[in-house]
């Protein structure tokens, strides 16, 4: 979300996806700077692994400093917020983190390269994020005690990690790809230590989805323009297994006034949808329980009043999909 107003921000996501079927989530503000980001917050969960931030990006450290401390102390700003807002509140609530991939190919080791390179390291990683992960979510059960909570693995970077294209420190050559089932087998670890469904979100081309469903994925998150005919088998099957799509409908970014093109007509917003279900075959009445409408890639670089506008314009567009899913 944008802002760096927590309060705010609950306030917000609270208001626009209040109560079933609607599916709020604990925000995140990177705009209050490093340790609010993705890669931050996640990074001050980990157990037993510290991060400091230096020119280049996070390193694992030593010993918990400054930088550890305040992506701890923002994240415990956000959960009073978040428990302010949803007192009483029974229903699902998600709660994201950076997943496995995408921290072990930006975490850099105490020489400067990414923990990707480190096949130990990555494990250890991974078993650091699996316990800081249950500390959290137990925590949230603690302010929320009402939630269901879906567990959403942010990773834009499992593309690269798979392709072999994440850059050395040097920048003159990238990590070597990491076998598809040592990927697939560390998120299934991940997924199946979270007591309830797991979604994993990713806003880059060529998203995985074979791998992840199999990986035991409850959900998939993918931006809709990326889709294209191509991952129509996968996505089919996926589908048919029971597996949620979380469709990027709506475009992430926009200012006070700007592209209200794109949230004046929510029918146009999953015309989308409904040619992939057409072209997969699968049943009209499947799509309303199949598929969650969200933007496409989160709302941090949007203006708060086009953010607000995007989630009701989801709200929206879910309802114009379920009354009319042909």
Known sequence: MPGTDAREAA??????????????????????GPGADMLGRTAGMLAELYVQRE???????????????????????????????????????????AGP???????????GEAMLGDPGAVRDLAASLAEGLAGHLAEVRRRVPGATLVLQFDEPLLTSVLRGTVRTASGYRT???????????????????????????????????????????????????????????????????????????????????????????????????????????LAAGLLAESVVLTPACGLAGASPAYARRALAHCVRAAAVLADDPE
């Open 11 to 32: 306030r917000t996501v609270t208001g626009e996806l209040a109560g079933p079927p609607h599916l709020p989530y604990l925000p995140e503000l990177p705009a209050r």
């Open 55 to 97: 020119p280049s990006g996070w390193r694992i450290a030593d010993r918990p400093g400054r930088d550890t401390r305040r992506a701890r102390a923002w994240l415990g700003e956000d959960l009073d917020a978040l428990e302010e807002f949803t007192q009483g509140y029974g229903g699902a609530l998600k709660v994201s983190a």
């Open 101 to 111: 991939w995408t921290l072990a190919a930006t975490l850099e080791r105490r020489n």
């Open 175 to 281: 990590h070597p790809a990491v076998d598809r089932a040592v990927v697939e087998g560390a998120l299934r670890t991940l997924i199946e230590a979270h007591d309830g469904p797991a979604v994993v979100h990713s806003c880059a081309p060529d998203v995985p989805v074979g791998l992840l469903r199999r990986a035991g994925a409850a959900g998939i998150s993918l931006d809709a323009e990326l889709i294209t005919e191509r991952d129509d088998e996968a996505l089919g099957e996926a589908l048919e297994s029971g597996v949620a799509l979380f469709a990027g409908v709506v475009p992430g970014t926009g200012a006070d006034g700007a592209d209200d093109g794109a949230l004046s007509d929510p029918a146009g917003s999953v015309g989308g949808v409904r040619s992939l279900w057409r072209r997969t075959g």
